[in-house]
């Protein structure tokens, strides 16, 4: 095993603490890079079925190991300091986990858009929507343990478990046994650019994709019909709005 210990004795603590923090970061891209390599080498249900897989185990090698490194206890597979959190702390930490999920999607939007303009990230976004929204809902099926075919019934439940739904408001309105309507109430993006005197962000084409993909990787039975979404004109009290729906 390699000693570092006489390259890192020359560096600040502040480099060493940065020096760690991006090898963190390395290793989420390497982790991505798998799966996007594998998604694009042998199909999607190959990578998320080996995703399934890998996932697990990461985590479990990983905690396990950062345990012994930082000195906590683990129970029952999951870091004993997190199990004994308060409550409030508990969804705080959801809520800023979803917030810098939010934060990181807008700084790469900004990136493209600064450097190629809006039209190259409006294209991007939307790509990414294409290849998140089903890996999304993959990962809530798999984690609320649903069948293939949950129907509308799992569809709602897999909404309120979205990023999205930490930190958006979000409404359903039942119309039959065989439909409903998915309403945004309060956006986060939204509301930022209404405080600020800004006109709606044009997310539409990015949302067609993003809730067919989304719920037909829950059902694949399941359609989906926008009924407004910028810059489509919508009420007040929502931005924007979808249908559900399986035929009978």
Known sequence: MTDNSSIFKNLSIEDRVKYALNLFHRQMIHYVLWFTEIRHQMGLDKALEMLTTASEKSLNLQLNRLSKTLGFEMKDGLPEPLMNLPDKSLNDLVESLSVNWLGNDGVWFQAVEFAHGMNEAKRCND???AQFS???????????????????????????YRLYANINQQ??????????????????VQSARKRKGMADYPCKSAGLVEYAYFARAIDDRIQT???????????????????????P
């Open 171 to 188: 409404s359903i309105e039942y119309e039959s046994p065989d439909s409903f309507v998915f309403k945004m109430n309060d956006c986060r």
């Open 127 to 129: 790509s990414v929507w």
């Open 225 to 247: 019909e926008c009924i407004g979404c910028p810059p489509d004109v919508h009420p007040e009290d929502w931005f924007c709005a979808w249908r559900f729906f399986i035929n």
């Open 134 to 160: 089903p890996v999304e809902a993959w990962s809530i099926k798999n984690f609320l343990g649903m069948p293939r075919h949950p129907g509308l019934d799992g569809l709602k439940k897999a909404l309120a």
